[in-house]
């Protein structure tokens, strides 16, 4: 009976894929080198490669969107109020942290239903930065723009407090 429920939500070929990895796996040499090509790993490789029985019943789970939702990104962008450079270990992550968050906001804000005639404002602060670091993402530089990065990102903070129904 639990081979059957599990045949169902999972699909039997999915089931045997992974108790053969599992087998497999278990019986394998440990001291197998890098040329010999182990049953563990044909198995990964042969699940891992496009499918050749009968396609299933489609699913009602949708696939998840390439872009994460501009609430999702400015979560993580106020996370950032929590950290700092108040140690120099701690200094490169926190900044480094920073424009990664607003590079994502970009791409959210960017890819959001409302279109990017919403979002004007922290587009072009955003963009701002963006020239104002150029290429360079060292720590180095990072450091030296430490005041338009957090500028940036206070300056959106309080732009969104202002449309709360963006991030709610």
């Known amino acids: ?27 394998s040499s440990p001291g197998a080198t890098s040329s010999e090509e182990s049953p563990a790993r044909a198995v990964r490789q042969a699940s891992s ?20 939702k501009v609430r999702d990104v400015f979560a993580r962008l106020q996370a950032t109020y929590n950290d700092g450079c108040t140690t120099p270990g701690n200094c490169e992550y926190f900044l480094g942290r920073v424009l990664d968050e607003l590079s ?36 180095e530089n990072l450091k030296k723009h430490q005041s338009l990065l957090t500028g940036t990102r206070d300056k959106i903070n309080a732009w969104m407090q202002g449309h709360p129904e963006d991030y709610r």
């Open 49 to 68: 490669s496009p499918a050749t029985q009968e396609p299933s019943a489609p699913s009602t789970v949708e696939p998840a969107p390439s872009v994460e």
């Open 104 to 139: 994502s906001l970009d791409e959210a804000m960017k890819a959001d239903r409302q279109g990017p005639e919403h979002f004007e404002e922290p587009l072009a602060w955003i963009a701002k930065l963006r020239a104002g670091l150029g290429d360079d993402r060292s720590f």
């Open 1 to 27: 009976m639990i081979g059957m429920r599990a045949r169902q939500a999972f699909g039997g070929s999915t089931i045997v894929v992974v108790l053969a990895s599992l087998l497999l796996s278990c019986s």
